[in-house]
Every structure is written in C-alpha cells, then in structure tokens.
C-alpha cells in the first residue's frame, strides 16, 4: 500500500483545511488514521476511521471541529479540519493498518503504512 498526502498549507485560526489520502495498491486496509507531529514531540493521534463500516474516532482535542471521512470508491481519506487552533499546527500524516485491531487505532505501532506527511501551519 502507498499513500499520498495532500492538502496542507497555511491557514488563519479559525480557519478550515481540508487533507486527504489517496492510498494505492491492492492490500485491504481495516484502519485508515491521522496523526500529526511537532519536531520534537512523538506521533500523536488525530482521528480514524474504520474502512470497512465506516466508525470512526477522534482525540478528545479536535472532537467537533475535525471530521475524518473515507470514500471507498476512490480510496481516500479525507479529513475536514475547521476551527483551526494555533495548536494544530503540525505535520499531519496519514497511516494504513491491514490488521489494525480496535484497541489500539490510536497507537502508531498499529499501523503499517504511512504518507509522506503534509505540513498545517495556523496562524494566530
């Protein structure tokens, strides 16, 4: 599986960014996730959706202002971020876990593939 992240760029808080990820190949995927990173920090969780059934899951953070989407058809992720903090800013990345299980969608380890990252920058 390759993954293609897209949508980044530089946004005015309160703002409204729109990433998506396009994935390739023929492996099935059970986890499609956002994470995102500041140099510095480790990976943390964004949000994920379960590609087959579609729940999904969010960090307490951005519940309510992000959305995470997918279309199966063309297979893509996509997340909707509005309301946009100075704290989001970060280089998002998206992640495809074939086995992922549900008790651990949050974690990195649980993921096998994963995009080239994408960088959001809000500014205040």
């Known amino acids: 599986v390759q993954l293609q992240a897209s949508g980044g760029g530089l946004v005015q808080a309160g703002g409204s960014l729109r990433l998506s990820c396009v994935a390739s190949?023929?492996?099935?995927?059970?986890?499609v996730a956002w994470f995102r990173q500041v140099s510095g920090k480790d990976r943390e969780f964004v949000a994920s959706?379960?590609?087959?059934?579609?729940?999904?899951y969010y960090q307490d953070s951005v519940k309510g202002r992000f959305t995470i989407s997918r279309d199966n058809a063309k297979n893509t992720v996509v997340l909707q971020m509005n309301s946009l903090k100075p704290e989001d800013t970060a280089v998002y990345y998206c992640?495809?876990?074939?086995?992922?299980?549900?008790?651990?969608?949050?974690?990195?380890?649980?993921?096998?593939?994963w995009g080239q990252g994408t960088l959001v920058t809000v500014s205040s």
């Open positions: 190949g023929r492996a099935v995927s059970r986890f």
């Open positions: 959706i379960r590609v087959s059934g579609g729940n999904t």
């Open positions: 992640a495809a876990g074939l086995r992922t299980i549900l008790s651990q969608n949050r974690e990195p380890r649980a993921y096998h593939y």
